[in-house]
């Protein structure tokens, strides 16, 4: 499946093909990267198993650690997600903004899709909902396929 490159006016949209594999990247032993950073520019970067397209312009996952991920996004929403499967060949990075949700519709929503094996891993759902805006998208080389204006 080709991606077209974006258009000016165009805004993000998560293809079916790129919901397909971060989708089931955890299942597939392909889990999504994510990189972080302090206000201080203090690098961070985490395996993210229950990363998933929550809608067109949105990934989401859950936090169950509530650590040094979780305190650089709330004082610096800056991210990137990279899903990189090479049996695939398919590689993406979304560069967007995070937004905790530690209760409320948004978190609920979030946690009702979490695949199960990152679910049993937190049986109290002590974790929080982080939804990422997506801005940018990228190949690994660093190609832009969609960027908002």
Known sequence: MAIRL????????ITDE?????????ANAT????????PKG??????R?????????????????QRLGLEHV?????????YRDPKARKAWKFYGDAV???????????????????LDRDPERKG??????VNRITDLAGQVLQQRD
């Not at 889990?31 to 302090?38: H, V």
């Not at 203090?42 to 395996?47: A, K, R, T």
């Not at 905790?100 to 094996?117: D, I, K, M, S, T």
Request: aromatic share 6%; proline share 6%.
């Open 42 to 47: 203090e690098p961070g970067i985490s395996l």
């Open 49 to 65: 198993g229950s990363m998933m397209a929550f809608d067109d312009e949105h990934l989401a996952y859950w936090d169950r650690t």
């Open 128 to 133: 929080f909902a982080v939804l990422v805006r």
């Open 31 to 38: 889990p999504c990267i994510l990189a972080t950073a302090s």
């Open 74 to 82: 709330d004082a610096n929403p800056k991210v990137v997600v990279m």
């Open 18 to 26: 790129m919901r397909e594999h971060i989708n089931h990247a955890l």
């Open 6 to 13: 974006a258009q000016e006016d165009d805004v993000i949209k």
């Open 100 to 118: 905790v949700y530690r209760n409320g519709p948004v978190r609920e929503q979030v946690l009702a899709r979490v695949v199960p094996a990152e």
